[in-house]
């Protein structure tokens, strides 16, 4: 299993991106997924996650801001981000845990981070 992150990119504040996260191999189920940044010479943080029942959390500095929300047919995970600050500059990463086949013909559960997708607000 292989994620694929996207849609990151530069914008204005006040502006909107809309981040992508498309998993790709043999997947039975999808559990929880998440989304993560890493901000300059900072750690990695939660910013939200949505499990399989479809409860969402996020972090508080983006409630009413991010929107997270996942195509199932698609295996594709989605952060929608409007009214952006300049503070939600950084590097963003998308994370999926479920189960599929990991190796070979072999199923069990995977864990896998995207690559990570830059977002640069200005102000």
């Known amino acids: 299993v292989q994620l694929q992150a996207s849609g990151g990119g530069l914008v204005q504040a006040g502006g909107s991106l809309r981040l992508s996260c498309a998993a790709s191999g043999t997947i039975f189920t999808i559990d929880n997924m998440g989304w993560n940044r890493q901000a300059p010479g900072k750690e990695r943080d939660l910013v939200a996650i949505?499990?399989?029942?479809?409860?969402?959390k996020y972090v508080d500095s983006v409630k009413g801001r991010f929107t997270i929300a996942r195509d199932n047919a698609k295996n594709t995970l989605y952060l929608q981000m409007n009214s952006l600050k300049p503070e939600d500059t950084a590097v963003y990463y998308c994370?999926?845990?479920?189960?599929?086949?990991?190796?070979?013909?072999?199923?069990?559960?995977?864990?896998?981070w995207g690559q990570g997708t830059q977002v640069t607000v200005s102000s």
């Open positions: 949505l499990t399989r029942d479809d409860d969402r």
């Open positions: 994370n999926m845990k479920g189960v599929g086949v990991v190796t070979g013909i072999t199923v069990g559960d995977f864990d896998e």
